[in-house]
């Protein structure tokens, strides 16, 4: 076969890879979930993160309390206000999380081949010989030769700052450990994770009760993260609880599949949640190494067919202290991409990491170039497949809005909608160029009071892959065609203009209610 034959089947010309990113107003269709925390809670850094690319702000409730948290949504408010960016807020829960308790936070060496005590008597200090933990019953649920995880915020596996035990014996409440390896851990939380053991605990604690019912009524919050979901039944709780509480009861679900039961489970669980956190921190461990890529691709698929959001964390974990990802890390990134993610979720990185801003941007760029690589036409088609025929109407329009954008080269597609479905279905069908999602307000009344829809709508599609929402004034319908309607058309692609994706004589795809129909049109600008 003749050499430049290969450079005809290249995907991608060597001679381009040299060639610097470009800089865009989105700069990437996957999207950047950043934890907020002492390095990330400053009005000044939490604006660079949003310009930088992060859409969703997450608030971990495993450690520090409701005033410190409302001090740093405030921040983010004002954030988003200076830099007219919107983003979603995600309430973390702490689950049935096992925990060190050190509160003097005493620095404390482990050595290997040592030993030491884990005990439930909260009244001892932490030391090297004793750790107290906020569960009173591991002595019933381990047994000598199981392996337990200590870390702070979570062990990796891959540093001196988390230390892996191995049951030696049970001693009434204590547990009695061989400690694996050398590690030092510092700081006020360390977590920990007794692998492939059942922990009988409620998912959703009532202190978990307590701050939902009250710090997210107070804050509307857009999703809920429900830390180690194991049984769908889970989602029905939570999703139970939130319909009592006013507002809330559109809050979003996303189950954080964290170990072996809500593996085992994670088909009911897909079907019962609104979108899946892939938690490869306490997975990644409760899992042999081998088999943790395969979870992620049969877990990201099934999202994806399901067409709800998949998120994947633990990617960037050396930037926590470094300026740069490891290259294994790099490639994770992009696989994540190409594997279908819609959202990476960064934690440490951003939490309590040296370089919050820099992590979110680097992560974008990774993101951007894998989307450049990414198989659309081949994933269309597996969709397709998948969702079989007869289609639904709105699925057959959502399938052709994305067919005919590709086919016609357009910029960009615009979907008119008010409760956001349209929107997320054209995206589920993974376009190659990103969707505008104009999220028409509607009028709706509890009795006491009038008010308008679409905040929530239009927060909850900045965790999709490629969806780009705006808020229309709420004057305008979303089924018409009249004198309104296309004002809003033209405050969309005014936008689309502003932000750089539209061009003079480009191609768009619009996707818009006329009465009882739905319609696809394609339209081309003039100068």
Request: aromatic letters at 6%; glycine letters at 6%; a positive charge.
């Given at each position: 076969?003749?050499?430049?034959?290969?450079?005809?089947?290249?995907?991608?010309?060597?001679?381009?890879?040299?060639?610097?990113?470009?800089?865009?107003?989105?700069?990437?269709?996957?999207?950047?979930?950043?934890?907020?925390?002492?390095?990330?809670?400053?009005?000044?850094?939490?604006?660079?993160?949003?310009?930088?690319?992060?859409?969703?702000?997450?608030?971990?409730?495993?450690?520090?309390?409701?005033?410190?948290?409302?001090?740093?949504?405030?921040?983010?408010?004002?954030?988003?206000?200076?830099?007219?960016?919107?983003?979603?807020?995600?309430?973390?829960?702490?689950?049935p999380e096992l925990q060190v308790v050190n509160k003097n936070e005493t620095i404390i060496s482990l050595k290997a081949d040592g030993t030491v005590i884990l005990t439930p008597d909260q009244r001892q200090e932490a030391s090297s010989e004793v750790l107290p933990i906020n569960f009173t019953g591991l002595s019933?649920?381990?047994?000598?030769?199981?392996?337990?995880?200590?870390?702070?915020?979570?062990?990796?596996?891959?540093?001196?700052?988390?230390?892996?035990?191995?049951?030696?014996?049970?001693?009434?409440?204590?547990?009695?450990?061989?400690?694996?390896?050398?590690?030092?851990?510092?700081?006020?939380?360390?977590?920990?994770?007794?692998?492939?053991?059942?922990?009988?605990?409620?998912?959703?604690?009532?202190?978990?009760?307590?701050?939902?019912?009250?710090?997210?009524?107070?804050?509307?919050?857009?999703?809920?993260?429900?830390?180690?979901?194991?049984?769908?039944?889970?989602?029905?709780?939570?999703?139970?609880?939130?319909?009592?509480?006013?507002?809330?009861?559109?809050?979003?679900?996303?189950a954080k599949i964290e170990n072996v039961e809500g593996l085992t489970h994670f088909d009911e669980i897909l079907q019962e949640a609104d979108g899946i956190i892939?938690?490869?921190?306490?997975?990644?461990?409760?899992?042999?190494?081998?088999?943790?890529?395969?979870?992620?691709?049969?877990?990201?698929?099934?999202?994806?067919?399901?067409?709800?959001?998949?998120?994947?964390?633990?990617?960037?974990?050396?930037?926590?202290?470094?300026?740069?990802?490891?290259?294994?890390?790099?490639?994770?990134?992009?696989?994540?991409?190409?594997?279908?993610?819609?959202?990476?979720?960064?934690?440490?990185?951003?939490?309590?990491?040296?370089?919050?801003?820099?992590?979110?941007?680097?992560?974008?760029?990774?993101?951007?170039?894998?989307?450049?690589?990414?198989?659309?036409?081949?994933?269309?088609?597996?969709?397709?497949?998948?969702?079989?025929?007869?289609?639904?109407?709105?699925?057959?329009?959502?399938?052709?809005?994305?067919?005919?954008?590709?086919?016609?080269?357009?910029?960009?597609?615009?979907?008119?909608?008010?409760?956001?479905?349209?929107?997320?279905?054209?995206?589920?069908?993974?376009?190659?160029?990103?969707?505008?999602?104009?999220?028409?307000?509607?009028?709706?009344?509890?009795?006491?009071?009038?008010?308008?829809?679409?905040?929530?709508?239009?927060?909850?599609?900045?965790?999709?892959?490629?969806?780009?929402?705006?808020?229309?004034?709420?004057?305008?319908?979303?089924?018409?065609?009249?004198?309104?309607?296309?004002?809003?058309?033209?405050?969309?692609?005014?936008?689309?203009?502003?932000?750089?994706?539209?061009?003079?004589?480009?191609?768009?795809?619009?996707?818009?209610?006329?009465?009882?129909?739905?319609?696809?049109?394609?339209?081309?600008?003039?100068?």
């Open positions: 076969m003749h050499s430049n034959h290969l450079l005809l089947e290249e995907p991608i010309r060597m001679a381009t890879i040299l060639e610097p990113s470009k800089a865009s107003f989105f700069p990437a269709m996957t999207k950047i979930v950043g934890t907020l925390g002492p390095r990330s809670r400053s009005v000044d850094v939490i604006s660079r993160c949003l310009k930088a690319g992060m859409s969703v702000a997450r608030l971990d409730f495993s450690w520090a309390g409701p005033e410190y948290h409302q001090e740093t949504l405030e921040n983010l408010k004002a954030a988003i206000k200076s830099t007219k960016k919107l983003c979603a807020v995600m309430l973390d829960t702490v689950g019933k649920a381990v047994k000598k030769g199981d392996t337990i995880f200590i870390g702070q915020y979570l062990f990796t596996g891959s540093e001196t700052t988390s230390v892996w035990l191995e049951v030696d014996e049970v001693k009434d409440e204590d547990v009695v450990c061989v400690i694996k390896n050398s590690a030092t851990l510092a700081g006020s939380l360390f977590t920990l994770h007794a692998s492939q053991i059942h922990i009988d605990l409620p998912t959703l604690s009532d202190k978990d009760k307590e701050v939902i019912r009250t710090w997210g009524v107070q804050n509307k919050i857009d999703f809920l993260s429900l830390s180690y979901t194991r049984h769908a039944e889970d989602v029905r709780e939570a999703r139970e609880y939130l319909s009592k509480l006013g507002d809330l009861s559109q809050t979003q679900i996303f892939l938690s490869r921190g306490n997975l990644g461990i409760d899992l042999p190494p081998e088999k943790v890529f395969l979870f992620q691709r049969a877990a990201v698929y099934k999202c994806n067919m399901a067409g709800k959001p998949a998120v994947v964390t633990r990617v960037v974990d050396s930037m926590t202290d470094n300026l740069r990802p490891t290259r294994a890390e790099a490639t994770d990134v992009a696989n994540a991409v190409l594997d279908g993610s819609d959202a990476i979720l960064l934690g440490a990185e951003t939490l309590r990491g040296l370089y919050p801003i820099e992590t979110i941007s680097i992560v974008g760029k990774i993101c951007a170039e894998a989307e450049k690589v990414f198989n659309q036409d081949l994933y269309f088609k597996k969709t397709v497949k998948y969702v079989g025929e007869p289609m639904s109407h709105l699925e057959a329009i959502a399938s052709s809005a994305v067919r005919a954008a590709i086919k016609v080269k357009a910029s960009v597609i615009i979907c008119f909608t008010s409760s956001g479905r349209a929107a997320r279905l054209i995206a589920k069908y993974r376009p190659t160029m990103p969707v505008l999602s104009v999220v028409i307000p509607r009028l709706k009344s509890n009795q006491l009071r009038w008010s308008f829809s679409g905040a929530f709508e239009a927060r909850q599609s900045l965790i999709v892959r490629g969806l780009f929402p705006l808020l229309a004034d709420p004057r305008h319908s979303a089924k018409s065609l009249n004198a309104t309607n296309e004002s809003v058309l033209k405050v969309a692609l005014d936008h689309g203009k502003a932000s750089g994706v539209i061009k003079s004589h480009d191609r768009v795809v619009i996707c818009q209610k006329v009465g009882d129909s739905s319609v696809v049109k394609i339209i081309e600008l003039e100068d």
